[in-house]
């Protein structure tokens, strides 16, 4: 991902955070020169130093046998995007200004590796619904067995431990803190809840000058 180093993140712990907020990814594969793309839900773990994510697809979707049935084989990119807006140079305070779109996003690469465990499996759909749906995961635990094992069949459980992580914070850094703060000021009067997410974003990142 092109990200000038004005723009880089890299405290583990906020691109852990903003990708376990923002954990609704985009999984990229291209095995034989062949594109594949599948929006899925993920959960964000940690294996001491490593980032692990588990994610899972419908067995109808055919993404999945790039991965290889038993060892990891290609690399895949998880595309974790937040919020994002447009930014017009009428909110600049020069005038020689163009338009620019600032945004925030994470790409996690690692290999896939299936998880064929029926027991390993559940406690994975466990753990999303643990971290999505809480007050729901008494429910859970109490389906019929048959049910569940009807349900686990009908999808493929696979990690990916993420050996290597981009992170672009697209905040228009490179422009000083006066005009990030009239951009911040400019989104927070937008009807767009991402313009607010982005907003709080921009003031968090404030540059010195």
Do not use: C
Not at 115 to 121: L, P
Not at 145 to 162: C, K, Q
């Amino acid at each position: 991902m092109y990200s000038p180093a004005y723009n880089h993140l890299d405290e583990r712990s906020e691109q852990l955070a903003f990708m376990r907020a923002n954990n609704f990814a985009l999984l990229v594969t291209g095995a034989g020169g062949a594109l594949q793309a599948s929006h899925l839900p993920v959960t964000v773990q940690e294996d001491g130093a490593t980032i692990v994510l588990d994610v899972h697809m419908a067995k109808g979707n055919l993404q999945w046998q790039e991965f290889g049935a038993d060892e990891p084989r290609d690399e895949v990119m998880l595309v974790f995007s937040g919020p994002h807006a447009y930014i017009s140079p009428r909110w600049y305070e020069e005038r020689e200004r163009v338009p620019t779109w600032n945004y925030a996003a994470v790409h996690a690469y690692g290999a896939p590796k299936i998880i064929s465990d029926k027991k390993e499996k559940f406690e994975s759909q466990r753990r999303l619904i643990e971290s999505l749906d809480p007050q729901w995961l008494p429910k859970f635990d109490a389906l019929r067995a048959e049910y569940v094992d009807m349900m686990l069949a009908g999808i493929v459980n696979f990690s990916v431990r993420v050996h290597r992580l981009e992170a672009r914070w697209k905040l228009s850094q490179n422009r000083g803190r006066r005009e990030m703060e009239l951009i911040a000021a400019a989104l927070e009067k937008s009807s767009d809840p991402g313009a607010h997410a982005l907003a709080a974003l921009t003031r968090k990142h404030y540059v010195e000058n």
